[in-house]
């Protein structure tokens, strides 16, 4: 890099050369974009079964999750399956310039949905006791409703349900609120 004076020497050594009338610039080498680093990941959930990946944004370069195989010039990747994805940027005013990040990025498996609920009992309402009970068989990491997922508890036995209430019944994910599974039939009080 530096400026150049362009200088014709003769074809006979014994005269003087003729230096020319302009200069010539050779740039300096362009300067890699920083490291990327993520500025959000999204994992995947039942209700969005893929993930994203946003960049931290930097002016002058675009973007790659493929370890540079394809870029495009939006630091937000979406609909990601899930993998290992490897982050990579690259200067637009020299696209040999690129610079990966220092580790990847893993996007999740999609949760599996919980399997249907089960009922283990149901006490129907008597003279002494007016109200019904609905107790769950319980599942691991998992929360109950009684009311088609409008209202959920950790407990797997409901009391106090008044006569004539219908349990639709719904098993959920305490991890993923977006993953909810329902009962194959309901219950009347």
Known sequence: PGTY?????????NTPSTPGTSTVTINAVPTP??????ASVTQPTCGTP??????????GVEYSVDNGVTFQSSPTF??????????????LADTTCSTPAGSTVTINAVPTRPGAPT????????????????VFNAQAGIQYSINNGVSYQASATFTGITPGTVCICV?????????????SSTITI
């Open 50 to 59: 893929s993930g994203t990946i946003d960049f931290t944004p930097q002016a």
């Open 5 to 13: 004076l362009l200088v014709v020497p003769s074809a006979n050594n």
């Open 33 to 38: 974009a920083a490291t990327p680093t993520t």
């Open 78 to 91: 979406s609909g990601l399956a899930p993998g290992t994805y490897m982050l990579v940027v690259r200067n």
């Open 171 to 183: 098993a959920q994910s305490t991890t993923d609120n977006t993953c909810s599974t329902p009962a």
């Open 119 to 134: 009922i283990a009992s149901v006490t129907q309402p008597t003279c002494a006791v007016p109200s019904g009970t609905i």
